[in-house]
């Protein structure tokens, strides 16, 4: 059986978006991986146990010393689905998250979606489930 496994996204500082994606979007880092010949560290994150739940799973992945990347205009977002939107909202922007679109209706629709930036920009979409 097919399923799929993760997303990986470059960043510039693991300890940071670690913080970010478990502290408050409630992930938990699952593995980590530390290649020092290769020169990276690799750290997955997500809401199941080792995708033993056959839930996709966000790895990180930092180059030493590469501070910052270019998103670029091909990735769109990430999705999460979470209980109450506006209230990961209210965390995001407690702990000093990005916001940049408050939680609401989609347009011409009524599910309850926002959008937040992880610190090295990229988009995620809250979706209330």
Do not use: W
Not at 21 to 34: G, I, P, Q, S, T
Not at 61 to 73: P, R
Not at 89 to 115: L, M, N, Q, W, Y
């Amino acid at each position: 059986m097919s399923k799929f496994l993760h997303t990986m996204l470059r960043v510039g500082n693991l300890d940071r978006s670690v913080k970010f994606y478990c502290d408050l979007l409630d992930m938990k880092e699952l593995r980590r991986r530390d290649v020092p010949d290769g020169k990276y560290t690799l750290c997955f994150l997500g809401y199941g146990e080792g995708n033993a739940e056959g839930q996709g799973e966000i790895e990180l992945t930092y180059n030493y010393g590469v501070e910052k990347y270019e998103v670029g205009t091909g990735f769109g977002h990430l999705a999460v689905g979470l209980p109450d939107v506006a209230a990961a909202c209210e965390k995001v922007r407690a702990g000093g998250g990005k916001v940049t679109r408050e939680a609401g209706p989609v347009k011409f629709g009524t599910t309850i979606i926002a959008f937040v930036e992880d610190p090295d920009g990229y988009k995620i979409e809250l979706i209330q489930r």
